[in-house]
């Protein structure tokens, strides 16, 4: 039997690929730091792996890299050991490993780390990005689109009403650049993003609506505490915006050939 | 949104060594009666072994409609009779003879609507039309809501429907007429781009021309139902190769059924790729005996997506497929290796835009994937399902990698749909 190539593993490599950039960009200004603050979310992102393996038979996905790297970008700074890695166990295995893995989670374990970190530690700084990590999601995205393993819908609904919101004044600088990494490492993840066109188009005008509303409303919030609530209230829309969309593309078929 | 449309698809590569241009017809000296591919069909056998038989004359016929006849596709010996449990129809194997013995139909009869239904099954060109939903041959007094004759075919290696109807436009047009004398509904004629290939018969308003695109699975016939006339339980859709449809004008003309086909013989382990004018149910190692590499190989019937390890050419397909036999290798896979890979059954899919191309972007791909993997019969109806069968969703499994896990699925709701409607 002969068999084509784009299993679960590719598409996690691809990803990974496509975050080279960001990830390389953010190492060289951090520095020293970054490193660190990688190697200790890769541990505790391939414990959880390993023990989910030797006890459920669940194989590892590349994807835990990409999980690492993104919480390691935007976890808030001196967060501590303890309170990483707990945040981590917390989204790695409820956000991903729970659901039987990669593939069949319903949320980005990234976002809920992130999420959880934004909850029970309010009172960490969350990092300030350069504009060069910022202009890294660009290809970041480019090699997602063109590989076809990031949704295009995702990102150009989120960029176009992001782009009007910025001509408009509503969005500042920071809240920009932070929305723009979340936007392509945590939004436009293939699984966890909305999976039928409409509701695509709809994932990316949630959140960048949402980025929008808590940069006006939301007083003394960072940009990336910003953009990470409204990543992981807009992936939790996902299936509701699906469902939507599948409901007017069955009507659709519906009236024009009277059975689906 | 029509010009993304336009291009949905996907080229797969595979490969094959250069071919020889010119068509050879062969008529193997044995071939075998069968049912279309997945089908188990109750029939009685009209011939002992030993009996010598026409070329076109009924060699069996069902069981419960003993109008839909098998045909012999030369002339010849029957060999051997072999029937599964239940009187099912396993093969009828027959060896040539030099004879110039041929059936003959009275086509008088093939006035009515009920006659021409009459003459098609007892000529054996019944077992070459396809029904949807759940696929195989249509049932003997059934009456499509539409029928799809398809001149494209956009699988791997698939011979050009252009090449095989060259010359056969009158036939091809006396077969197209005679098929819309069977259906209420739309008969829709898919072929690709080029010039028209329906000269004389604009005049019938029921016969739509509709343009394939040339990537898979653009020809397929389960997408372009899906997209012009979705099947139901209550409407069912054929469809049907046009070189069978200019064979069913032959028929009406000439009263004897055209046996011989356009096969296209390709893949890695030959040495040459070539054509030929064969005949269903052929001999495939015959017919590639002189061409393939001295290795270990396995011979496929159908395109390298869709196609089965066979000895007989499937009475429905057009392609042969000759791939080298993979190495299985001696020792046990590791414990580790074979507990992360054999565990977990239906691996999930991961929503990329290769994934919405496999489908020709014509529906949902990701929920629909997902329905079939959790076996969400409600959903994937509404999706469409019953307009698909295994060979349009082949070129998914091919792009996952799932190695035929998601045509087991799809077959496996078929079935369960078609037992929960039919109690």
């Known amino acids: 039997m002969i068999r084509g190539l784009w299993n679960r593993e590719t598409v996690a490599a691809i990803l990974l690929a496509a975050y080279l950039p960001i990830a390389l960009i953010w190492v060289g200004h951090e520095g020293k730091e970054a490193f660190s603050r990688l190697g200790l979310s890769l541990l505790v992102v391939a414990i959880w792996h390993l023990v989910f393996m030797l006890a459920r038979a669940q194989p590892p996905s590349l994807y835990g890299l990409a999980t690492a790297l993104a919480v390691a970008i935007l976890a808030p700074e001196e967060i501590g050991v303890f309170r990483m890695a707990l945040a981590l166990s917390f989204g790695v295995v409820m956000g991903e490993l729970v659901f039987g893995g990669w593939g069949r989670n319903v949320v980005n374990p990234a976002t809920v780390t992130l999420s959880f970190l934004g909850f029970g530690f309010p009172s960490f700084e969350w990092p300030v990005f350069d504009l060069p990590v910022a202009w890294a999601a660009i290809p970041a995205a480019l090699i997602g689109i063109a590989t076809g393993t990031m949704p295009v819908s995702v990102l150009m609904g989120a960029g176009i009403l992001g782009a009007g919101a910025v001509a408009a004044g509503y969005l500042s600088e920071p809240v920009v650049v932070a929305s723009a990494i979340v936007l392509v490492l945590l939004v436009a993840d293939p699984v966890t993003s909305a999976s039928t066109s409409l509701g695509r188009w709809l994932n990316g005008v949630v959140f960048a609506a949402l980025v929008v509303l808590f940069a006006n409303g939301w007083a003394g919030a960072a940009g990336v505490q910003i953009a990470v609530a409204a990543a992981f209230l807009s992936s939790l829309s996902a299936p509701l915006l699906d469902e939507a969309a599948l409901s007017v593309w069955v009507a659709q078929r519906r009236k024009r050939h009277g059975r689906s | ?423």
């Open chain 2, 1 to 423: 949104m029509a010009f993304l449309a336009f291009g949905a698809g996907l080229t797969p590569d595979f490969r094959s060594p250069p071919e020889v241009s010119e068509i050879e017809d062969i008529v193997t000296e044995e071939a075998a009666v069968r049912t279309q591919t997945g089908q188990s069909l109750r029939v009685t056998p009209l011939v002992a072994e030993n009996d010598f038989v026409a070329k076109g004359a009924a060699v069996a016929c069902l069981r419960h409609a003993p109008d839909v006849c098998f045909v012999a596709p030369f002339a010849g010996r029957v060999g051997r009779v072999s029937l599964l449990p239940g009187r099912k129809l396993s093969e009828i194997v027959l060896f040539r003879e030099e004879s110039d013995a041929v059936e003959h139909h009275d086509t008088d009869r093939a006035a009515t609507p009920g006659g021409l239904q009459r003459l098609m099954q007892s000529a054996g060109f019944w077992p070459r039309l396809r029904r949807r939903p759940f696929g195989g041959m249509p049932d003997h007094a059934e009456t499509p809501a539409a029928i799809l004759v398809m001149a494209a075919d956009t699988r791997p290696f698939a011979p050009d429907p252009r090449l095989a109807l060259k010359g056969r436009e009158e036939d091809l047009a006396r077969g197209l007429a005679a098929l819309a004398r069977l259906t209420a509904g739309p008969v829709f004629f898919c072929r690709t781009a080029g010039p028209p290939m329906l000269a004389g018969m604009s005049g019938d308003a029921r016969i739509h021309e509709v343009i394939c695109g040339a990537r898979h699975p653009q020809g397929s016939a389960g997408i372009r139902i899906h997209q012009l006339f979705p099947a139901g339980l209550d409407a069912p859709v054929w469809d049907v190769h046009a070189e069978d449809v200019a064979a069913l004008g032959a028929l009406l003309a000439r009263g004897t059924l055209p046996m011989t086909r356009l096969v296209h013989i390709s893949g890695s382990a030959l040495r040459r790729s070539c054509w030929v004018r064969t005949h269903p149910g052929a001999d495939l190692r015959q017919l590639t005996q002189r061409i393939v590499l001295p290795s270990p190989h396995l011979l496929m019937s159908g395109s390298p997506l869709d196609g089965h390890a066979a000895r007989w050419l499937a009475p429905r397909h057009r392609q042969v497929t000759v791939l080298p036999r993979a190495e299985t290798s001696p020792r046990a896979a590791h414990w580790l290796v074979a507990a992360l890979t054999r565990s977990v059954v239906g691996r999930p899919a991961i929503p990329t835009a290769a994934l919405t191309h496999a489908f020709g972007a014509v529906l949902p791909a990701t929920p629909f994937v997902r329905a079939l993997s959790a076996g969400d019969d409600e959903t994937a109806m509404k999706l469409g399902v019953l307009s698909l069968l295994e060979e349009d969703i082949a070129l998914a499994d091919y792009v996952l990698s799932e190695g035929g896990q998601l045509a087991a699925e799809l077959r496996g709701m078929l079935d369960r749909i078609q037992n929960e409607f039919a109690a």
